[in-house]
């Protein structure tokens, strides 16, 4: 993914975002299905309590969009920037997700990549 662009790729195969990774108080925030499904969560969405949850493996994400509160697996963990949602889609701050589930962050050369946490990038 990058900044500002619908492009995206897992595993080398292209996808169209319905919304570009944008910066929001000095977060990266990406679109939650997408950045969910990619790392093998289940993405569910409770529409009454604004609620959004991952959960793969052992570990379950709650975040409630506009709030910076949010949990794994039942821990809370204050955010510096809530989820929110932009054009109908919910977008979440991707450093936050992609380390809870074990996952490591690296931006190069202005995209924004994510692997698995035991892996040796040299990056």
Same mark, same amino acid.
């Given at each position: ?41 289940? $993405?569910?969405?409770?529409? &009454? ?7 793969? %493996? @052992?570990?379950? *994400? ?31 701050? $991707?450093?936050?997700?992609? &380390? ?7 931006? %190069? @050369?202005?995209? *924004? ?11």
């Amino acid at each position: 993914m990058k900044l500002d662009s619908t492009s995206a790729a897992v595993d080398e195969q292209a996808y169209t975002l319905e919304v570009a990774p944008f910066t929001l108080e000095g977060r990266t925030m990406v679109p939650i299905r997408f950045i969910g499904e990619a790392l093998g969560a289940k $993405v569910d969405w409770n529409a &009454e309590a604004r609620r959004v949850t991952l959960t793969k %493996d @052992d570990i379950k *994400i709650e975040l409630v969009i506009d709030q910076k509160d949010a949990y794994v697996n039942g821990a809370l963990h204050v955010l510096d920037s809530p989820a929110v949602i932009r054009e109908g889609i919910t977008l979440v701050p $991707v450093r936050f997700v992609s &380390e809870s589930m074990k996952m490591k962050v690296f931006f %190069d @050369d202005g995209e *924004i990549v994510i692997t698995d946490a035991k892996e040796q990038t040299g990056k």
